[in-house]
């Protein structure tokens, strides 16, 4: 099946009470083990690209052109949406422009004029061109491919006046941060998130910093309206773990142990591995 937007798979998962995992790629090994797992375990799912990931992987087209081979290639039938994740505006109309089927606009660090203005006119064009579009509002904490924010709670009213723009998602900061939490997080903020759900009705929630949230935590935001949760961090260590291993148990140095086949081949399995435990958790199982 062809790219879709996450219009579609999102508004299922907020009337179904369940999330729908962004997972972030940085190489064709990390897109094979997600779609993959996507399609053994009959789940939509988005596959995040932040910019500094985009550059790595030399730039949007590339992307999009091995993102589309292996949907073909891999005859991968469950919705995958190809989502731009913590965009620039400049960086939102490149995609758009390559060919990816959703975008995120992080606006968050602009004064909320400025964040409504550039949501709007990037919301037109996504209507155009039959893209989703995510706005944010109140930063997500922490640091992600040196995007940096302060960990703030979103205002409920700036989230509303946000989602009227005809957003077709909104991520908002509730207390989450991205990459690993600190030993004293005070947790996520359900009054928060209560307020902004309440304001926004059908809104799909984006919940960002998906890593190390626990999964009591990770259930009672999607029964307040979190329909999309993103993991990158996790994915990362799960990698960097069994890659570590691969190599202190000497395996690259036995007999052809040192094709990049197989020295990936661990961390390959342990991205499938987190994935399908996010997959089982948020409730996207079977649901494609
Ligand atoms: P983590 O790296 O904390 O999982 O956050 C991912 C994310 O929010 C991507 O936007």
């Given at each position: 099946m062809p790219l879709v937007n996450a219009?579609?798979?999102l508004t299922k998962a907020k009337q179904g009470h369940y999330a729908v995992g962004q997972f972030n790629i940085n190489n064709l090994e990390w897109t094979?083990?997600?779609l993959l797992t996507a399609q053994e375990l009959n789940s939509p799912v988005i596959l995040g690209v932040s910019e500094g990931a985009g550059k790595y992987m030399t730039g949007y087209k590339t992307v999009v052109g091995m993102v589309n081979g292996m949907l073909e290639e891999l005859n991968i039938t469950v919705p995958v949406a190809l989502h731009l994740d913590h965009g620039s505006y400049e960086g939102a109309k490149k995609c758009i422009e390559a060919g990816f089927s959703s975008i995120m606009f992080d606006g968050s660090h602009y004064p909320i004029e400025e964040n409504i203005e550039k949501t709007k006119e990037l919301v037109a064009i996504c209507k155009e061109k039959g893209l989703s579009i995510e706005a944010e509002v109140g930063?997500?904490?922490?640091?992600?491919?040196?995007?940096i924010g302060k960990g703030e709670c979103a205002d409920p009213q700036e989230c509303k006046q946000i989602a009227d723009l005809g957003v077709t998602m909104l991520a908002a900061g509730i207390g989450n941060i991205h990459g690993k939490y600190p030993e004293n997080w005070e947790g996520l903020s359900f009054e928060t998130l209560d307020a902004i759900q309440q304001l926004t009705g059908d809104m799909p929630l984006v919940l960002h910093g998906g890593t190390g949230i626990p999964a009591d935590m990770i259930k009672k935001a999607i029964s307040l309206g979190v329909s999309k949760i993103n993991v990158n961090t996790e994915c990362q260590l799960a990698?960097?773990?069994?890659t570590r291993k691969y190599i202190e148990e000497g395996k690259d140095l036995q007999g052809k142990g040192f094709d990049p086949r197989k020295l990936l081949a661990p961390g390959f399995e342990a991205i499938k591995a987190t994935v399908k435990e996010k997959?089982?958790?948020f409730g996207s199982v079977g649901k494609a």
């Amino acid at each position: 099946m062809p790219l879709v937007n996450a219009a579609e798979m999102l508004t299922k998962a907020k009337q179904g009470h369940y999330a729908v995992g962004q997972f972030n790629i940085n190489n064709l090994e990390w897109t094979k083990a997600i779609l993959l797992t996507a399609q053994e375990l009959n789940s939509p799912v988005i596959l995040g690209v932040s910019e500094g990931a985009g550059k790595y992987m030399t730039g949007y087209k590339t992307v999009v052109g091995m993102v589309n081979g292996m949907l073909e290639e891999l005859n991968i039938t469950v919705p995958v949406a190809l989502h731009l994740d913590h965009g620039s505006y400049e960086g939102a109309k490149k995609c758009i422009e390559a060919g990816f089927s959703s975008i995120m606009f992080d606006g968050s660090h602009y004064p909320i004029e400025e964040n409504i203005e550039k949501t709007k006119e990037l919301v037109a064009i996504c209507k155009e061109k039959g893209l989703s579009i995510e706005a944010e509002v109140g930063s997500i904490g922490g640091e992600e491919d040196g995007v940096i924010g302060k960990g703030e709670c979103a205002d409920p009213q700036e989230c509303k006046q946000i989602a009227d723009l005809g957003v077709t998602m909104l991520a908002a900061g509730i207390g989450n941060i991205h990459g690993k939490y600190p030993e004293n997080w005070e947790g996520l903020s359900f009054e928060t998130l209560d307020a902004i759900q309440q304001l926004t009705g059908d809104m799909p929630l984006v919940l960002h910093g998906g890593t190390g949230i626990p999964a009591d935590m990770i259930k009672k935001a999607i029964s307040l309206g979190v329909s999309k949760i993103n993991v990158n961090t996790e994915c990362q260590l799960a990698f960097q773990e069994a890659t570590r291993k691969y190599i202190e148990e000497g395996k690259d140095l036995q007999g052809k142990g040192f094709d990049p086949r197989k020295l990936l081949a661990p961390g390959f399995e342990a991205i499938k591995a987190t994935v399908k435990e996010k997959m089982e958790l948020f409730g996207s199982v079977g649901k494609a």
